[in-house]
């Protein structure tokens, strides 16, 4: 009974470290696939009927064009800490032609500036607006030990349909846009700031493959010791005279 325990522990972290391998080299490929696709030239934002096919691994930080007029007064702020300290972000939503919105995250804005963007005063939404950024996936439940509160407008994730659904947007896209690209120039007092997508993945899967493939050398060096004691306790124990 011990032994069948023993190689099925075995068998069984083997197979786990083997698998995060395989995780580690999908995850590889997909981050050399996004810094390929952040690169590329700017396409329509998805449409009403492809909002259903939306999803991270094809559209994830895809660059894209959206024309629209923005619609100030349903601005939220949401909580941001970025290399240029802690603040906010800026999300407006900005309505197409056909009566959709988008969600965009118009920039970074210090926490001394949030007065003057909630709601959005800066009279953005008198003309049509053409965007150009990066399609994010909605960041649902908000952000860590802190949900996001709708009824007092406190936002600490871009939770899409969370702010949607506050703000009274009837058809608003699953995701939304992160105006401008990194490294783009922009003025150096300008906010909200824009083009500070961090693109980031998290990638641990050869520590999860060592630990898993270190157990399973631990279940053979105990696997090696009980062997090891059970021929000593069968040996004969030498007579004495």
Known sequence: M?????????????????????????????????????????????????????????????????AGQFLPQKTVLAQAVTELGAGFWVLTPLQAADGSQTLVNRGFIPAGERQAWQPDRSGAGDAPQTVTGLLRMAEPGGGFLRDNDAAQQRWYSRDVAAIAAAQGLERAAPYFIDAGRPGQPVAAQAWPRPGMTVISFHNSHLVYALTWYGMAAMVLVAAAVVVRWERRRSQPEPKTL
């Open 2 to 66: 011990l032994a069948f325990v023993g190689v099925a522990l075995f068998v069984s972290f083997l197979g786990l470290g083997t698998w995060q391998l395989q995780r580690r080299a999908w995850k590889l490929d997909l981050i050399e696939r996004v810094n390929e696709r952040v690169r590329a030239a700017p396409v329509a934002a998805p449409a009403p009927a492809e909002w259903p096919q939306v999803n991270a691994q094809q559209h994830e930080y895809l660059p894209v064009t959206l």
